[in-house]
């Protein structure tokens, strides 16, 4: 499939591991990563965020399906997602800042706008 990044990993692991970065991403609002990961992490966290925007049962828990900590699902309906209540998508912002120093892979800022 074309667009899709494999990472390195099986499935499953790929999966556990985008996982854990967009609830980390989440809960801090800012994730210092590679370049690629951030490109991959930047659409499941603005799903998220669209998901806490319709405020039902429904998508609260399709959204803890995805994310691993239930104190981050219920950061991401009562507090992010108001924020961007007029807001129709783009909500993360990625950054380019050089090359990690121990084997040069191109490192970037993923944040919250």
């Given at each position: 499939m074309p667009?899709?990044?494999k990472l390195g990993k099986?499935?499953?692991?790929?999966?556990?591991m985008l996982r854990q970065q967009v609830t980390d991403f989440l809960d801090m609002?800012?994730?210092?990563?590679?370049?690629?990961?951030?490109?991959?992490?930047?659409?499941?966290?603005?799903?998220?965020?669209?998901?806490?925007?319709?405020?039902?049962?429904?998508?609260?828990?399709?959204?803890?399906?995805f994310i691993t900590r239930e104190d981050v699902a219920k950061k991401v309906f009562d507090e992010i997602a108001p924020k961007y209540a007029d807001r129709n998508g783009g909500y993360t912002r990625i950054?380019?800042?050089?090359?990690r120093r121990g084997d040069a892979a191109e490192v970037a800022v993923i944040e919250l706008i």
């Open positions: 667009g899709t990044r099986t499935t499953a692991q790929r999966m556990a609002g800012r994730m210092e990563t590679t370049v690629t990961r951030a490109k991959e992490i930047a659409p499941m966290a603005e799903k998220m965020i669209t998901l806490g925007k319709a405020k039902d049962l429904a998508s609260y828990r399709q959204a803890l399906s950054t380019r800042i050089g090359a």
